[in-house]
């Protein structure tokens, strides 16, 4: 039993009540914030380690066994999920001082913690209902988050956010009540076995659908119309914030859940899921080509690696599952990466019309250059972060003669790429349209987190070979159910 396992919720969480009473002192409370984040990143690194070296990590809370009580579990998939979360926190903590402005005065740090334990619970929990209870955590922190300044949209934004959202949780307990009134656990390895025991028959697998469903739409797979409002409406820390995490919950889930529990009819389950990533992959990246405004664009590339994912996970291969995995610690780091850099620019500009931004290069040389870099990133061009695991999603899928959808992937990364070079080139090159005095504001704020973003960008991508020694164990637990099954009922109190 590994005490450990709860300071990644604990700490973040502690830390968010605390910086409820320092609301008047928004320097103390980002300072407090920073360093509270900085510890947890420390313990995550040591708990992937940990991991890696001495196997799947539990904690019984309260020393009840599994399945009788709640079980943390840190097998190397949801380490390294909470240590890159921890970075991606710690760099919208340093672009929150400049960026969030008013804002701060609002709870700001108190709520991006409280989202960040959430988050961090989801991946961490051995069980199911309690995954259903800190997606919640996560979702109450986002609903605060997205309404911050009041605005018009927002308030707009922020209805059809809480309504898809109340839908898929209101599912999702209806999932969760059928599946402990078949299996009679909530425990996910011991769920594991009694599906696997009782056979997933045809009610098995339309609860397993229902579960697709749920995570599809908090993923972003399924009626992800809702996503780009949401996405573009709040302040550009809480929209970084947002693209890095909201949606790596809900596909987190899909890989527990589809990998762990309904994995015996998977020319069901992951046909459904190939079918929902390819829908989000095209209709992506018609989005983002089409428009012609910095936070629609960068909301439907979201959609689009959400779908490029999915894609790999429905595959269901080693080689797909260790790209999915790659993928997916990738675009948590350049999905923040990006919402950073490009929120500067909105800044900088006063607007995210690319019609009316031009010449940025001119003043902001070293923003243009890094974002230039995160564009090739997320578009998967070597030898960045994105391309080992896109190279080895579409390699899965050829071994798979998944040939329609590795086309796909194919025409919608250089899709991708022509959104987000149109996104560079109209913003920073050409004759400026504003000079020096006319900024609305410096971007300096994002230099210091994009340039941290950027070393562990090109890190993941020319040390690909030191990453996947980390990433093939989370998919050996993947495709060998009984490792976490073992490692939970057989554990030590």
Known sequence: MNNLLVLPVVIPLVTGMILIFLQRRPRLQRGLGIAGVILSLSLAGYLVRTVHERGIQTLNIGGWPAPFGITLVADMLSALLVFAAFIVALACLMFAGPAAGKHERYYLYPLMLILVCGVNGSFLTGDIFNLFVFFEVMLIASYVLLTLGSKREQLRQSIKYVLINMISSTL???????????????????????????????????????????????????????????????????????AALLTKVGIYAILRVFTLIFYHQPQITHTALMVMGAFSMVLGALGAAF???????????????????????????????????????????????????GGAVIGIAGTDRLKEIKGLIHYRPALGWMFLLAVLAVAGVPPLSGFPGKMLILKGGIERELYLLTAIGLAVSLIALYSLMKVFIHSFWGEALLNEGEQHDTGKGALLPGAMLSALAVGLGIGAEWVLAYI?????TMMNPRIYIDAVLRAEN
């Open 172 to 242: 999702f307990v209806v999932a969760v009540a059928y599946l402990y009134a078949i299996a009679g656990t909530l425990n996910m390895a011991h769920l594991s076995e009694r599906v696997a025991e009782a056979g997933q028959d045809g009610l098995l697998t339309t609860v397993s659908l229902l579960f697709l469903a749920v995570f599809g739409i908090k993923a972003a797979l399924l009626l992800f119309f809702w996503l780009p409002g949401p996405y573009s409406a709040p302040p550009a820390v809480v929209t970084a914030l947002f």
């Open 472 to 476: 093939e164990p989370a998919v050996e």
């Open 291 to 341: 428009h012609w405004r910095i936070r629609k664009i960068l909301a439907y590339n979201v959609i689009i690696s959400a779908g490029f994912i999915a894609f790999g996970i429905g595959a269901s291969s080693a080689v797909s599952l260790t790209g999915a995995l790659y993928y997916l610690l990738h675009d948590i780091i350049a999905k923040a990466w990006i919402f950073i850099l």
